[in-house]
């Protein structure tokens, strides 16, 4: 990307919703992700000082993209939770994909909505039209979320993973329910 000049203007790395703030993730992320990654399939190898270098490498992408993953923390509380954010993925600069994950003990209290809504708004602030999200078949909380910010089912494909769905948000869908 460097050299060429951006299409869009950043999307906000700093956003604050009414029990959350979200940040551009950064080393002191990396415990948070780490448990994440020990929950994906296979699990992971890394260290945690390999975790946090992998985090400050994203942060500088972020910076020079434009795109990235926010840490997400309870405002009340103080504690970090997860990320949410946009990548290019299996998207593109211009329709990019959001992917978000939340520890388990946070789960279920309508956090990863939340920050997905707030990064949601922040990528059409920017200007772009259209946003993406993959999911797989079996997560019907995923699923939930997206539904709840007016995502659609566009298409899927079957890999050695099982299904992959491909789900699309244009700007001008109706607002998503519970918006203001």
Request: aromatic letters at 8%; glycine letters at 10%; a neutral charge.
């Amino acid at each position: 990307m460097s050299g060429e000049p951006r299409r869009y203007p950043p999307m906000s790395f700093a956003i604050d919703t009414q029990r959350l703030i979200l940040r551009l993730r950064d080393a002191e992320d990396a415990a948070v992700n780490l448990a994440l990654l020990r929950e994906h399939e296979g699990g992971t190898s890394l260290t945690l000082k390999e975790c946090r270098e992998h985090l400050v490498k994203q942060r500088a992408e972020a910076e020079e993209s434009g795109l990235g993953f926010l840490g997400v923390r309870r405002r009340a509380e103080g504690d970090r939770i997860g990320y949410c954010g946009l990548l290019v993925g299996r998207g593109s600069v211009d329709e990019p994909e959001i992917a978000y994950e939340i520890l388990p003990e946070a789960r279920g209290r309508g956090y990863t909505t939340e920050a997905a809504r707030a990064v949601m708004e922040a990528a059409f602030a920017t200007g772009r039209r259209t946003l993406w999200a993959t999911v797989r078949g079996w997560n019907g909380s995923s699923f939930a979320v997206l539904e709840k910010l007016n995502f659609h089912r566009h298409h899927s494909v079957v890999d050695d993973r099982g299904e992959l769905v491909y789900l699309v948000r244009y700007v001008s869908d109706p607002p998503p329910r519970g918006s203001t």
